[in-house]
């Protein structure tokens, strides 16, 4: 049985919802934030199994504007985690309510 | 059937590794299997043609964003757990059952739309170079310039800002 473009997009569904879990389920920020890594991952193989099976290098192209976003996206997260941490000890997802309703 | 083992067993290491990262009670440790699923990853990305992303992704994700996890898992050492601290109002079975309900959508899409319009063909593109680093570089300085030079400011911004956010007084 050949690999398809099927296989690949239930692999990175199947990466996508453990992320999501991870994200849903964890109290730990810093593992949240992991989670989400493995979200944009799940979606650069997306891009790159679909760039593969049409021939066509733009989705590569995509996923290296993901990747950008996702180092930004850790360096300002890891930024205020250490902020959030400094004034309450803590990185407990549960203790961060200082914004919510 | 080489290439059937080869996807079938990085799948297998890929989706454990993540599990493995999401449900370890140390998060040193999470960190690690992170490393190890970012990995498997770019093995799959050398094996769809794409071996510019791969070392991107070893070098970038790998090298870069998992040592910045480490160093601030490092600097946030922790006494107290965040999983002692317990909070009555989560409804970790319902979000549990919300995910499953998603997988099985998402999968269900993914499956029935191959099966509706199996044969997807696309003009092949007419880049005036050759190789795989080659013709990203050049979809990248050509038709993707703006977002480009937009992906860099952002990057700018976001190290401005990092600075600023962890820095105690300016």
């Known amino acids: ?101 | 059937m080489a290439h059937a083992i080869a996807f079938y067993t990085l799948a297998a290491f890929i989706l454990g590794f993540a599990i493995l990262v999401v449900t370890t009670k140390d998060t040193v440790h999470s960190v690690l299997f992170l490393v190890l699923d970012f990995l498997f990853v770019a093995a799959l990305y050398v094996m769809l043609n794409a071996p510019f992303l791969a070392v991107i992704q070893v070098l970038v994700y790998a090298g870069g964003i998992v040592v910045l996890y480490l160093f601030v898992v490092m600097l946030v050492n922790l006494k107290r757990p965040p999983e002692a601290h317990s909070d009555p109002h989560r409804m970790t079975k319902f979000g549990f059952g919300l995910a499953g309900a998603v997988l099985i959508e998402l999968g269900a899409i993914v499956v029935s739309g191959y099966m509706k319009a199996p044969a997807v063909t696309s003009p092949a593109q007419n880049l005036p170079v050759s190789g795989n680093t080659e013709q990203v570089g050049w979809l990248l300085y050509t038709n993707y310039l703006i977002p480009f030079e937009i992906a860099s400011m952002l990057l700018l911004v976001a190290m401005i800002g990092a600075i600023v956010l962890a820095k105690r007084e300016l």
Do not use: C
């Open chain 1, 1 to 101: 049985m050949p690999i398809t473009p099927t296989h690949y997009m239930l692999l990175s569904a199947a990466l996508f919802i453990i992320g999501v879990i991870g994200v849903m389920v964890r109290r730990n920020i810093i593992i949240i934030f992991m989670s989400i890594e493995l979200i944009l991952n799940a979606v650069n193989i997306n891009l790159i199994a679909f760039s593969d099976q049409l021939h066509n290098v733009i989705g590569q192209v995509f996923a290296v504007f993901v990747i950008a976003v996702a180092a930004a996206e850790a360096a300002v997260g890891l930024g205020i985690i250490l902020a959030f941490y400094r004034n309450k000890e803590s990185v407990n997802i549960d203790e961060m309510n200082l914004m919510r309703w």
